[in-house]
């Protein structure tokens, strides 16, 4: 199983960024999916979190400014950034909890990360 992250990039305040999280794999299934980010010298946070049904929910930080969305067709995430701030400049990793078709279990499995840079 492999998440790969891509969208990341050098946007200036204010700016939008749309990142894609597409899962790859021998994939039975997917449960919840969700987007984390990591500044520099910074533990990692939640930034926004999507179930199979769609249901989201999101840090306070990213409230009335991200959108994430999912197409479960092609077990992928998205997440909408509008209003960029300097703020949000980080590592942006893509998690999703998926059941293998080699395994009777779930397991977290981590995006390798892309930068959004917000600086003028």
């Known amino acids: 199983v492999q998440l790969q992250a891509s969208g990341g990039g050098l946007v200036q305040p204010g700016g939008s960024l749309r990142l894609s999280c597409a899962a790859s794999g021998s994939i039975l299934s997917i449960l919840d999916m969700a987007w984390y980010r990591q500044a520099p010298g910074k533990q990692r946070e939640l930034v926004a979190g999507?179930?199979?049904?769609?249901?989201?929910n999101y840090a306070d930080s990213a409230k009335g400014r991200f959108t994430i969305s999912r197409d479960n067709t092609k077990k992928t995430i998205y997440l909408q950034m509008s209003s960029l701030k300097p703020e949000d400049t980080a590592v942006h990793y893509c998690n999703a909890v998926v059941r293998p078709r080699s395994s009777s279990d779930w397991s977290e499995y981590w995006g390798q990360g892309t930068l959004v840079t917000v600086s003028s």
């Open positions: 999507i179930t199979t049904g769609g249901a989201t």
